[in-house]
């Protein structure tokens, strides 16, 4: 239409200035013909006709204008203030995208999807997840973590061959903190389980990945991967009790120049979950309490100065995501349908 408009104008202004002169041609005619019965006559009439003939330009220019004035936009709804409530938003918009699919089984497990997902902004829990190699340590750090106050929430200690959540409690925080130990991954006998340990890399709200040497590609390739889709992060080295004082620093070191622009140097951590034992004479070995101070104190000031925009952000990602994958459905369910939109009689 905005294209057209200046043509149309032009259309317009002829058409007017045509039917000026007829109007002029015509009154003339008619007032000529009157007054040859009456003078008086003819001007009330001419004076009648030209106070229609004004009332309807009047009118026509009046409607010109509504038709060729700029159309206004309807104004766009404010954005939302904060990660949370874009993510209530989204949701609501997936689930409208719901209701709009045929397969029963897709809009099911998408409403299933989602009603988790909304369940999430009513439970108070920060979800640390550990992620890593096969025997890295994984499982000594979640039973070092739990001491003495941490309660099963999935599964009982020991070496992890699926998921096994447990709930902690930290001083200063005012959510539960749940720590997920998953299988080894990269390492996996099973894809199905790798593919679900990746699935809870991106529904958590902080991700502990272990290693215990220096990252090698595919551990580097995987860091960096969940970093790029926005999860907050701690690269921590187990066993820094195996090496020397030099050697550990180097390590660090290294591991930070490595990711620096993707995770900030303190966000690399070395501790020993297990240390070995010592050897002392005439005795048995001792064995040294966990060294994992330092990953606790990190822990914290996150979970405290970043924790509640943790879980916004996370929410507001996995909606997003969701979003992602009801659209899909629904452009997958309009192409199945276009075919037969297309060979649909006429009339």
Known sequence: MTRWRPAIVALGVLGAIALLLWLVSTLGTLYAGVSSLSPGLARLVTGLVVVVLFAAMAVLVYYGWLFLRPRRSRPLPPPPDNATDAAAATLAAVAQQAA??????????????????????????YRILLLGSGSVGKT???NALMGDGASEVGATKGTTAAAQSYRLTVAGLNREVWLIDTPGILTLAHAAQDAATREQATTADLLLYVIDNDLHRAEYEAIVALLRLGKRSLLVLNKADLYTSDDLTQIVERLRQRLEGALAARDV??????????AVSNRDGLTPAPDIADLVDRIVAILRTEGEDLIADNLLLQSQ????DARGLLAAQRQQQAPGILTQPLG
């Open 100 to 125: 709009q699919l045929q397969d029963e089984i897709a809009r099911q497990a998408l409403e299933a999807r989602t009603q988790k997902l909304s369940g999430q902004f009513r439970q108070s829990v």
């Open 140 to 142: 000594a750090l979640a």
């Open 269 to 278: 951590v070395a501790i020993a979950a297990a240390p070995q034992p010592i």
């Open 321 to 324: 995501r969701l979003s992602q």
